[in-house]
């Protein structure tokens, strides 16, 4: 994939790159500078806005819908991946109204256990890929990583940016191997990683954004979930700014998946409202918005619990799988 640089050194992608997906306001990888007080402060007045009662439940239910619950330890078995899928499609067994979750995220080689439990439900698998969760290899292991995840059944391939070439400024590297994924996922949806806590400053956090969409991404993501500060609610703002910007310009429309530190239900809701006062009522839903959850759910149904009876569960109640 060919590339230029123009007079400020920026990378200049010609037309046609990325799957022919951006429209030519962004061929030229140049974003605007991000004002740090101001979405620090827009961030935490949003994160104020009170939600009671009914909508509160309506609320946590799409949260619910928008989760992609997640196993990505090295002691992963088959029974915990079954156990996991079972929860995704029935989060709460008394109340058959909540859910499902939207997917259940694995390594590759447990992408066939998870497609073989989730069989005749609308739950995606999505399986880790590219070198997850350093991206440090050769693209074409990466790539070959990819491939396999969708031979093997895989939906949605969550893949992770060179960060080492995002901070030492070799946005072509970055913009080819996510082209390259793109290409290699066929049919299945590409999220990508930015992994916002190693890119230092909300100004390299809305440059990677803007190249991951520019390079063909359908999600961009914000975390591992390996690094901490993972998903934070200011660039979370950043990133839907950089969305909001490619939909005015282009017409696409870009999902956003917040992932690592978002674990209570209190927490889930100042994301939607985040969410809607940014983009709008079309992005509320799975297709668009998701969450990376680990412990997250357990949360949101204690609360739907609290909200039912009027008095909160014992955490022993939820299944921790």
Partial sequence: MSTEQNGSG????????????????YALFNPPPVDKVAVEERAAALATRSIKKAAKVAGLKLAVSMMDLTTLEGKDTPGKVRQLCQKAMRPLDSDPSIGPCAAICVY???????????AGSTVKVASVATAFPSGQSPLSIKLDDTRRAVELGADEIDMVIDRGAMLTGD???????????????????????LETGELGSYDVVRRASDLAIAAGADFIKTSTGKI???ATLPVTLVMLEAIRD?????GRRIGMKPAGGVRTAKQSLQYL???????????????????GASALLND???QLEKERTGAYQASEDFSKD
């Fill in 10 to 25: 920026l990378s200049l992608f010609r037309a046609g790159s990325g799957g022919g997906r951006g429209p030519s306001a």
């Fill in 108 to 118: 590759p080689n447990l992408v066939p256990v998870a497609k073989a439990t989730l």
């Fill in 171 to 193: 946005y072509a590297k970055v913009f080819d191997e996510i082209a390259a994924t793109k290409e290699a996922c066929g049919a299945a949806h590409l999220k990508v990683i």
């Fill in 228 to 230: 901490q500060p993972a």
């Fill in 246 to 250: 490619y939909y005015y310009a282009s």
């Fill in 273 to 291: 409202v985040l969410l809607r006062e940014t983009l709008g009522d079309a992005w509320l839903t799975p297709d668009l918005f998701r969450f």
């Fill in 300 to 302: 949101v149904l204690m």
